[in-house]
């Protein structure tokens, strides 16, 4: 197939062009490169099969040749970037969504939403099944990514059933791996960077509050699973397996041998307290449930840190 990616620069879309690329498919990767790197698919660039494109899809979008799929990723995905960014988060979520929704009608490309846990908001049942419906701040602050994947699912869905395009939503839970951004925000990488640097960790809250991981290659499963689909409804993919924030701090400090003292700072407006994924409908539908073990990936992810400071510190 002739896939197209957008986001395709970002940590989840680049390692998506990989699995995509090594399956025998080509692959267009756009990005805007707000919370991208060209350093994620640079690796790509000599590959026939591989173009990429810096363009915003807030933007029209324009493809000069056939699409079969269109994966639509881009979107800042982590606190520390959308609330920076918070109004091209809003227009990535509607008009981005609506513009990659329009090539998909102009081919008749199939269709794959890269939604969110976020949808959920602060959840009132754990785990969370797909039927929830969530409970969200919408004028929060969180509200703009909240919202704006809420918007992109009704979207669509709406281009589904008016349009008759075959479009699949998969809500993604914390995923974590190489390629994260050590700055990003979000709990692993923040934790890992304290860590090698023997800085105090820095938990949110009392560390009581729970997320549930999963490796960005049981991710990669699941999404290409979902392509291959007959689902046009959301799924949820993620790793059940709920820890505190407390655990994963400590299993990381244990694994990078840190001397870094475990500190507490206020816990964000709407910062939601539970997250695990019932993920029922993908072991049921698609056959999938994750592989790798929080420890494995938390070794393969802590050694990609360590290169990139070592590169940092021009070693070699």
């Known amino acids: 197939m002739d896939v197209l990616i957008t986001g395709g620069a970002g940590f989840i879309g680049s390692h998506l062009a990989d699995r995509l690329l090594a399956d ?10 707000i919370t991208g790197s060209t350093d994620n698919i640079a690796h790509l660039m000599g590959n026939k099969k591989f173009e990429f494109i810096e363009h915003d899809v807030s933007n029209y979008i324009f493809v000069g040749k056939k699409i079969d799929f269109i994966l639509h990723f881009a979107s800042p995905a982590s606190p520390v970037d959308y609330l920076t960014h918070p109004i091209k988060t809003l227009k990535v979520g509607s008009l981005g969504t609506h ?14 939403l890269a939604s969110t846990s976020e949808v959920y908001g602060d959840p009132l049942v754990n785990p969370q099944p797909e039927t929830y419906w969530g409970n969200v701040n919408p004028v929060g602050p969180r509200g703009v990514y909240d ?21 699949k939503i998969i809500r993604i839970f914390n995923t974590y791996g190489e390629r994260m951004r050590k700055n990003d925000g979000r709990v692993i990488p923040n934790f890992i ?20 991981f999963c490796y960005v290659s049981d991710l990669v499963e699941g999404i290409v699973r979902l392509m291959k689909s007959d689902l046009n409804e959301p799924v949820n993919i993620g790793n059940p397996n709920e820890m505190t924030m407390n655990e994963i701090a400590a299993k990381i400090k244990n694994i990078t041998g840190a001397k870094s003292e475990i500190v507490y700072e206020p816990l964000p407006v709407d910062d939601p307290k539970k997250r695990r994924p019932d993920i029922t409908k993908a072991k049921s539908k698609l056959g999938w449930e994750p592989k790798v073990l929080l420890e494995d ?17 021009g070693s070699a």
């Not at 025998?24 to 490169?33: C, E, K, R, Y």
């Not at 960077?193 to 009392?206: E, R």
């Not at 938390?298 to 590169?311: D, G, H």
């Open 147 to 167: 919202e704006a994947k809420r918007f992109a699912e009704a979207m669509t869905l709406a281009y589904y059933r008016s349009h008759g395009i075959d479009a």
């Open 99 to 112: 513009n990659a929704l329009g090539v998909a009608r102009k081919y008749g490309a199939k269709f794959l």
């Open 297 to 313: 990936g938390l070794k393969k992810t802590i050694e990609y840190f360590k290169m990139k400071k070592n590169e940092g510190n």
């Open 193 to 212: 960077d304290q860590a090698l640097n023997d800085q105090p960790i820095t938990v949110y809250g009392d560390g009581s509050q729970t997320r549930s």
């Open 24 to 33: 025998g498919h080509s692959v267009i990767a756009v990005d805007n490169l």
